[in-house]
């Protein structure tokens, strides 16, 4: 499959917006194809709030010896699904997250949680040391009866 867009951005929080706009930009596009009118707010949201929540761990967790750390997000269609594969070469790490304890109002530990809640798949790999986080989302479309 062909990525719809590839970016590298430096592993710097400076550009956590390109990657939200980004995100959210060709959530928009691929949702204006697939959404109802009333969805398309809700899908790009979902996307740039779990672009943005993978990005700050990719940054947040890059190891400080590491020279040019890099992000690279590449989003790409597959049969009707928008995919997202966000790729670093931080250590390895679990995906699988608890809900984070509300009532000690932790300031961190959410990005996880919130991701699997958003997307309809979240997967992690280990490939050639590096971890890629892959989500897949699909727009709901509301069919009418004729």
């Not at 979240?122 to 490939?127: A, E, N």
Request: with cysteine.
């Amino acid at each position: 499959m062909n990525p719809i867009v590839t970016l590298t951005l430096q592993a710097d929080l400076r550009y956590l917006r390109i990657a939200a706009i980004t995100a959210s930009n060709v959530a928009e596009i691929f949702a204006d194809i697939a959404c109802t009118e009333g969805n398309i707010a809700e899908f790009c949201h979902a996307y740039e709030l779990s672009v943005s929540e993978a990005f700050t761990n990719s940054v947040r967790y890059a190891e400080p010896s590491q020279e040019k750390k890099q992000v690279t997000i590449c989003f790409w269609s597959d049969n009707g699904t928008l995919v997202v594969n966000i790729i670093d070469n931080n250590p390895q790490f679990d995906p699988i997250t608890d809900a984070p304890d509300i009532n000690s109002y932790p300031e961190g530990g959410y990005g996880l949680f919130l991701i699997h809640r958003l997307m309809d798949k979240v997967s992690y790999s280990r490939i050639d040391d590096s971890n890629m986080l892959t989500m897949t989302k699909q727009p709901k479309t509301t069919h009418t009866a004729t």
